[in-house]
């Protein structure tokens, strides 16, 4: 295979989809002939920093691929770990294309405004010499697995709302509710679905320790920076009564502790208590790609993990992403988006009044039958795992990785798990991780009874 001139071989393609470039493949054959220093560095909150040191080829004739190379790795760690301030420490070329994408009106307009807005600073592009790049400066904090206690886990979904009391870590009431945030305006009908289950949850318990919250979304500090959940609230009604809506929620019951994760480390955290062990990385495979991430010292590292958006595939035939209108990203791949993406080729052509979760089921319900059409569409979201992995590996230390979501239901997790584990093994060896659904004692430890855990008490 060759892209931008660079020739690579792929052991494992994906049986519906021969155009797929791994991007992690292709930037291993890139770099084999780089030889020109360069380094990105993103700032994002209270100063830290990540970089990465790196090579391009720095000629006339090879700047397409290093302006994509490097336009490919700022967008990976934009999302993986985030920030607002991006340094090209190096080649001047390759920071001008990059500075034009990431501008209001460039190609990544979307990451431009987005990043602004969870940081809550204006998003620049800076170019640095080599030599002046800054150090990498990173902190994890250790948050969850506290046991004591009378306790309280909330977990927001888009669909329904789990409440956990908790007590000594062990669950004495739980409660599951249908609620509908994402077409909800009023940022009041959240509030008070949440300050609902609060005091359900309370009224079990003799008294109330502390508050954990998982919820889809970026949170910096316990404030909600970016959730599908409050799609429909307006921009004013977000900055008056979303930001906040967790802290003050919780005041509710008194002065007490409470802590906000992303949902996606929340579920890393409740895998890394059932296999008790650290280095976990989780990666929900619903209606969109959420990730999670427990560092080997068991904490949640506060990077944003959207794996959503990170870059995968670097095939100029790559899937679009209608929100971000970028190409290759995680979405497409390790989503019921993939799922619908495959079927036609495989020659299942799905009614089209169908909601995605059902078109998904449709496909489900024909894998669990046996049919190979649709056993194949889940084989070539396992190849696109295994070609993935070791791009994900560059930024996480991992020892775990667990697969969740819809999409890994019946069968098809079952061969997604098997065509992974195989293309690892094939064509990384060198990357040992584990890769596993969920065993039963994963699955005992609940995503609001792992939320009751993130605070610890004054």
Known sequence: MKRFGIEFELKNKPALDGDFIPLYRWEQAYLKGAKEPIAVALEREDGKTAVI???IYGTEEMKEADCFYIERLV???LWAKGGFHVMICGNKGVYDYVAASYAKDGARAFDFKTMGDVYEHPFTVEHLSYGDRPAEKDASAPVGGHL???RIGFDAGGSDRKVSAVVDGK???SEEVVWFPKTNSD??????GIVDALKTAASKMPRVDAVGVSSAGIFINDRTRLSSLFLKVSPEDFDAKVKDIYIRAAKELGDIPVQVANDGDVTALAGAMGLEDTGVLGIAMGTSEAGGYV????NITGWLNELAFTPVDASESAAVDEWSGDTGCGVKYFSQDAVIKLAPRAGIFLNEDLS???KLKVVQTMANDGDENALDVFRSIGTYLGHTIPLYAQVYDLKHLLILGRVTSGKGGDLILEECRKVLAEEYPEIQVNVQLPDEKTRRVGQS???????AIR
């Open 171 to 173: 669950p004495v009431f």
């Open 53 to 55: 040191d790196t090579k």
């Open 75 to 77: 967008k990976y760690l």
């Open 187 to 192: 940022p009041d009908y959240h509030f008070q």
């Open 356 to 358: 995605p979760a059902e």
């Open 449 to 455: 009874v792992a939320a009751a855990g993130l605070p």
């Open 295 to 298: 560092d080997r010292k068991g």
């Open 148 to 150: 004591d206690g009378c």
